[in-house]
């Protein structure tokens, strides 16, 4: 395995300094356990109503659901640990679990739904939009493109190879549109849009603001559709996060350019403006970015970090669906931080070397990778292919910058 070689690697096991009590987002009581009702009801219920007591050995974070053990394990410096026990688990329950709820997400130009299980883990379902062949045409704007479920597995997968860990676990999952969403829903505004296809197919198109409509509806075979099941993230009410408008965020109109597209000294005033003056805000940017290159994602207007942590802490890379749009080209624009502020973590550019060599490429990682998950094959050859080349352009960028 070359990817347990990889994660075996010292650049894969540099420490992360020591988490204190106030560096963990929750801090939990230890004596609070979970356990299912003994009425054998599905519902997880804390301790103060359980009527079971501990088998002998066992603490009250076993009792936890993984989901719980996920969130309980966010600290100021990972969404997730390197050597994570839980991750395997968690994805599997992603792609098994018995759904018992399925709404619709407010807000957002697409469809998502929120699928919820016996253990009130949830996850956002995003439903498969095109095939794995198909490419963005060429004169689609960046903000015109579909979601794609397959991006958000690889996303997942491609964040945690470049060691970054701050995409939350997904995995793909086969859906019955029937069973786990139309007989189940009780959004009654998503009910409205079930229909039968003149191909006699069972489809959905549910509301929002783009692409809700028979025309861009989602549709089984009959009733089978495949998508992304993403880990949802603690609800703001219990760990509040920030939203950070991307100071190269793209202007989102047909003919306007950003001001970084027009100013080449851009990164200058960027240095000068907080949070960015300071810490490593603008490294992990640019560890973004970086990421962003690799996918052929031109659609981070966005991010977002956890309030509680301040400005010191990793930025949340949410919201992939619009990578592995293209394969046959490279949008170099989405490097435009690295190659203005000719600025890299040391430790981002050393693993970005070692991914270009042998024994570690890039496109072997991904590809063994994503062979695990339950809709393989999740990329086409061609996106993985086309990571390889890519990376040699990152590479390329911080060498002019060491020329300079």
Known sequence: SKLAALFEHPLYNIPIPEVM????????????????HSSGSDEWVSSSKAETLLPTGKTAYDTYPTWL???????????????????????????TQRIVSSVQKSGGTQLKLIMTFPNYGQALFKPMKQTRDQETPIDFFYFSDFERHNAEIAAFHLDRILDFRRIPPVSGRLVNITKEIRDITTDKKLAKTFFISPAGNVCFYGECSYYCSTEHALCGKPDRLEGSMAALLPDKTLAKRRSWRSPWRRSYHKSKKAEWELNPNYCAQVRET????RGHRLLDLIDMTILDF????????????????????????????????????????ILAPLQQCCSIK??????????????YRLSDLLREALAADPLAPVLAEPHLRALDRRLGKVLAAVGHCLAR
Request: glycine content about 6%; overall charge neutral; cysteine-free.
């Open 346 to 359: 040391k430790s981002t550019y050393l693993r970005l070397q070692l991914l270009a060599t042998q024994p």
């Open 21 to 36: 009590e106030k560096d963990k987002l929750f801090i939990v009581n230890p004596m609070e356990k979970f356990s299912l």
């Open 294 to 333: 690799l996918m052929g994602n031109m659609d981070r207007h966005h991010y977002e970090t956890f309030e509680k942590f301040g400005n010191d802490t990793f930025l949340l890379h949410l919201d992939n669906g619009r990578g592995f749009g293209t394969h046959s080209r490279d949008e170099l624009s």
């Open 69 to 95: 053990k996920f969130h309980v394990g966010i600290n100021r410096y990972e969404l997730y640990p390197r050597r994570d026990p839980l991750l395997p688990t968690l994805l599997r329950d992603l792609a």
């Open 274 to 277: 907080p949070p960015y003056d």
